[in-house]
């Protein structure tokens, strides 16, 4: 996908797309547990944006990851639709939740594995199918090294603006190169540009997955600067935070060495930086 079509469109579309996220968040989004049924998430999503930064509270050990958390290695049952996508998570201690949109990319996303793995860390990829086709050991490599890969359609479109057979095609293709790479087809489902529909639930939900949106957005896609990245993902750490960075679509050599600063430091800070795990349902 070219840098410069998926600037315009995220341009036109970051106000849209924060509304959604806020009303999400204050409305009938809910928490991710091991009981579906938990209740709706208050207030909005933890801000991003520029601030006065401070200082992370130290802490003289790490939390090491929790087999609870491990991805599912069996595909789960449908799950029900839902009205809005899953905006935070739940887990014991400061659980936090890294993910990365739009590759793999052979430039970028091997940098990211590498320095996940350096820290023992597990993460949650949203790859598109026209990225992935092409990239199928980097999806494999994912997969063994304990992240969740995520569907997030083929080309990267509107899906608001698509027929339903479209939208359908979108994220069924994706599936299908996903489970080719590795054996398993995805269970999560991220929309591009957080642009979500009633069609886009009960699609993702009738092909297995749940809708994962995002709390805090680093913005690295406007690529401002590594410390800037930096700042915007560590003033926004909170218990059950979402980070929504990429691994794709542009330049994202900033968004690489961001990860390198700031994964330390939550580490050292205390948060439990893992992947959610799916119920039955």
Same mark, same amino acid.
């Given at each position: 996908?070219?840098?410069?079509?998926?600037?315009?469109?995220?341009?036109?579309?970051?106000?849209? &797309? #924060?509304?959604?996220?806020?009303?999400? =968040?204050?409305?009938? =989004?809910?928490?991710?547990?091991?009981?579906?049924?938990?209740?709706?998430?208050?207030?909005?999503?933890?801000?991003?944006?520029?601030?006065?930064?401070?200082?992370?509270?130290?802490? #003289? !050990?790490?939390?090491?990851? /929790?087999?609870?958390?491990?991805?599912?290695?069996?595909?789960?049952?449908?799950?029900?639709?839902?009205?809005?996508?899953?905006?935070?998570?739940?887990?014991?201690?400061?659980? /936090?939740?890294?993910?990365?949109?739009?590759?793999?990319?052979?430039? !970028?996303?091997?940098?990211?594995?590498?320095?996940? @793995?350096?820290? +023992?860390? @597990?993460?949650?990829?949203?790859?598109?199918?026209?990225?992935?086709?092409?990239?199928?050991? %980097?999806?494999?490599? /994912?997969?063994?090294?304990?992240? &969740?890969?995520?569907?997030?359609?083929?080309?990267?479109?509107?899906?608001?603006? %698509?027929?339903?057979?479209?939208?359908?095609?979108?994220?069924?293709?994706?599936?299908?190169?996903?489970?080719?790479? !590795?054996?398993?087809?995805?269970?999560?489902?991220?929309?591009?540009?957080?642009?979500?529909? @009633?069609?886009?639930?009960?699609?993702?939900?009738?092909?297995?997955?749940?809708?994962?949106?995002?709390?805090?957005?680093?913005?690295?896609?406007?690529?401002?600067?590594?410390?800037?990245? &930096? +700042?915007?993902?560590?003033?926004?750490? =909170?218990?059950?935070?979402?980070?929504?960075?990429?691994? #794709?679509?542009?330049?994202?050599?900033?968004?690489?060495?961001?990860?390198?600063? !700031?994964?330390?430091? %939550?580490?050292?800070?205390?948060?439990?930086?893992? &992947?959610?795990?799916?119920?039955?349902?």
């Amino acid at each position: 996908m070219k840098k410069d079509k998926l600037l315009t469109r995220r341009r036109a579309l970051i106000a849209g &797309v #924060a509304v959604l996220g806020a009303a999400g =968040a204050a409305g009938t =989004a809910r928490v991710l547990t091991a009981d579906p049924a938990a209740s709706p998430v208050g207030g909005a999503p933890v801000a991003g944006g520029p601030q006065a930064r401070q200082a992370l509270k130290p802490s #003289a !050990y790490r939390l090491e990851p /929790m087999t609870g958390f491990a991805p599912s290695r069996r595909t789960p049952g449908k799950p029900a639709v839902r009205r809005e996508p899953i905006l935070r998570v739940s887990g014991r201690g400061n659980t /936090m939740v890294l993910t990365f949109d739009d590759g793999p990319d052979p430039r !970028y996303t091997p940098s990211i594995l590498r320095t996940l @793995r350096k820290h +023992d860390v @597990r993460a949650m990829f949203f790859v598109c199918g026209e990225m992935a086709v092409d990239n199928k050991d %980097l999806l494999a490599e /994912m997969a063994d090294d304990g992240h &969740v890969v995520g569907n997030h359609t083929w080309t990267h479109p509107l899906l608001t603006e %698509l027929r339903r057979s479209e939208i359908r095609s979108e994220i069924a293709r994706t599936s299908d190169v996903i489970e080719d790479a !590795y054996g398993e087809r995805p269970v999560w489902f991220r929309a591009p540009y957080g642009a979500w529909n @009633r069609a886009t639930f009960q699609i993702g939900a009738d092909l297995g997955m749940e809708p994962m949106a995002w709390t805090v957005d680093s913005l690295d896609w406007t690529t401002p600067g590594t410390a800037t990245i &930096v +700042d915007r993902v560590e003033e926004g750490a =909170a218990p059950g935070v979402v980070v929504l960075s990429h691994d #794709a679509g542009g330049d994202r050599s900033q968004t690489v060495r961001a990860l390198r600063d !700031y994964l330390p430091e %939550l580490l050292d800070s205390g948060y439990h930086l893992t &992947v959610p795990h799916r119920q039955d349902f």
